[in-house]
């Protein structure tokens, strides 16, 4: 699976400003030469980016450099999918070749090269940005332009932020490493219900077992078990919401076939037992 390159139509606009919804999350991991500042509204799924893997949820602020591999993936989940998005794709010399070196834009230039390795924003400028980004699609496109500017500068000059990537992927050897790693997370999202060997999950990496425990501990900073658990618990805690299933269903259809291990597995994850989880959230129905 090759590593999908995405071609931006700009028109004859500075840069693109869109509100998005979707029935669900499953576009395949991707680079293009833009930056891209996407706020996630209503959503919540798996994240990966560069060699990170993690959760996203509504409310996330995210940045992601040129070329940097990345996608939001929830296909996988049973149910609350739904994806409502505002994202901002822009080019560096949108304002002119060298603009953003000017020393005025000093903190905006450390912010595209942090964006290199993908950037997730947290407190308080994530709360400020997230209102400016907003007022965004209610403003003309000279405002347009102004907030943006207004936006980056603020994040910019935040500490409020996570590191998404050890890589910065401008190497054309990371992003064929990527296209391996691309193969592995779609061929275990579409089959983390079933048993999945070692031996068969490394084929898909054209690795031996032995390489592939260290090159996917590396990239995951997790063992292919820990992953493989972490997909299966998320996916159980969407079926234990919808309340359709008992625990032994929700245990099996999640790919388990030990009800013990599962709530031990369940407990690790979430702090508490599967049916502690559901009365969480069906409090009136117990």
């Known amino acids: 699976m090759k590593l999908l390159t995405e071609t931006i139509l700009r028109g004859d606009k500075l840069f693109v400003l869109k509100e998005e919804n979707f029935p669900y999350n499953d576009f395949p991991l991707h680079i293009h030469p833009e930056y891209e500042l996407i706020l996630v509204l209503k959503s919540s799924g798996k994240r990966y980016v560069g060699d990170s893997i993690d959760t996203f949820s509504s409310g996330d602020l995210c940045l992601f450099g040129p070329n940097l591999p990345h996608t939001f993936y929830n296909k996988h989940l049973p149910a609350d999918r739904e994806v409502h998005q505002i994202v901002i794709q822009f080019n560096e010399d949108m304002l002119g070749e060298g603009f953003f070196n000017l020393e005025q834009f000093r903190a905006i230039k450390g912010l595209f090269e942090r964006s290199l390795h993908g950037v997730c924003f947290n407190g308080t400028v994530k709360d400020k940005a997230t209102r400016k980004i907003k007022e965004m699609l209610l403003a003309d496109e000279a405002e347009s332009v102004a907030n943006l500017i207004s936006v980056l500068n603020l994040l910019g000059q935040s500490n409020e932020y996570e590191l998404l990537s050890h890589y910065d992927y401008k190497s054309h050897a990371i992003h064929r490493d990527t296209e391996r790693m691309s193969r592995v997370y779609h061929f275990l999202l579409d089959n983390f219900k079933r048993d999945i ?68 597995q369940f407990k690790l994850h979430t702090d508490t037992s599967p049916l502690k989880y559901q009365k969480k959230k069906f409090p009136d129905e117990f």
């Open 197 to 264: 060997s070692l031996a068969e999950i490394a084929s898909v990496a054209n690795l031996s077992e032995e390489a592939f425990c260290r090159y996917f501990k590396k990239h995951t900073r997790k063992t292919h078990s820990e992953f493989m658990n972490e997909l299966r618990i998320s996916y159980a805690c969407r079926l234990l919401q919808q309340k359709k299933l008992s625990i032994l269903d929700v245990c099996f259809e999640s790919g388990y076939k030990n009800i013990s291990y599962f709530n031990r």
